[in-house]
């Protein structure tokens, strides 16, 4: 079993920055994908990013592209999401997850995080 503890979320200012980290605790494996999606007020969960497990592919969806980047460092079996030019829009909660597919925007991910939220004020 593999637990992702997710933190780094809170309060900013549109224009802002904030780093999220996902920690992967547990029966852990670098082969994993792993990725974070957000699911804002009344709207379904949605994909944001993932990384391969070897960290060399990543992938993102269009609204966040040049905004955000994804990365890992597998010593720390820990994953990030770098966030800047936050905008009101991104404002949600955001999850960590983990998988065997390298394809997390098609295929639903082995693990959840509990999620950490994001707000992004005017």
Same mark, same amino acid.
């Given at each position: 079993?593999?637990?992702?503890? *997710?933190?780094g979320?809170g309060l900013v200012q549109a +224009? %802002? $920055?904030?780093r999220?980290?996902?920690?992967a605790?547990? @029966?852990?494996r670098s082969?994993?994908?792993?990725g974070w999606?957000?699911?804002?007020?009344?709207?379904e969960? *949605?994909?944001v990013?993932?990384?391969?497990?070897? +960290? %060399? $592919?990543?992938?993102?969806t269009?609204?966040?592209?040049g @905004?955000f980047?994804v990365?890992?460092?597998?010593?720390?079996?820990t994953v990030?999401l770098q966030?800047?030019?936050?905008k009101?829009?991104?404002?949600?909660?955001y999850?960590?997850a983990?998988?065997?597919?390298?394809?997390?925007w098609?295929d639903?991910p082995?693990?959840?995080?509990?999620?950490t939220?994001?707000?992004?004020?005017?």
């Amino acid at each position: 079993q593999v637990q992702l503890v *997710e933190s780094g979320g809170g309060l900013v200012q549109a +224009g %802002g $920055s904030l780093r999220l980290s996902c920690a992967a605790v547990g @029966r852990t494996r670098s082969t994993y994908a792993m990725g974070w999606f957000r699911q804002a007020p009344g709207k379904e969960r *949605e994909f944001v990013a993932a990384i391969s497990g070897g +960290g %060399g $592919s990543t992938h993102y969806t269009d609204s966040v592209k040049g @905004r955000f980047t994804v990365s890992r460092v597998n010593a720390k079996n820990t994953v990030y999401l770098q966030m800047n030019s936050l905008k009101p829009e991104d404002t949600a909660i955001y999850y960590c997850a983990a998988g065997f597919s390298p394809s997390m925007w098609k295929d639903e991910p082995d693990y959840w995080g509990q999620g950490t939220q994001v707000t992004v004020s005017e």
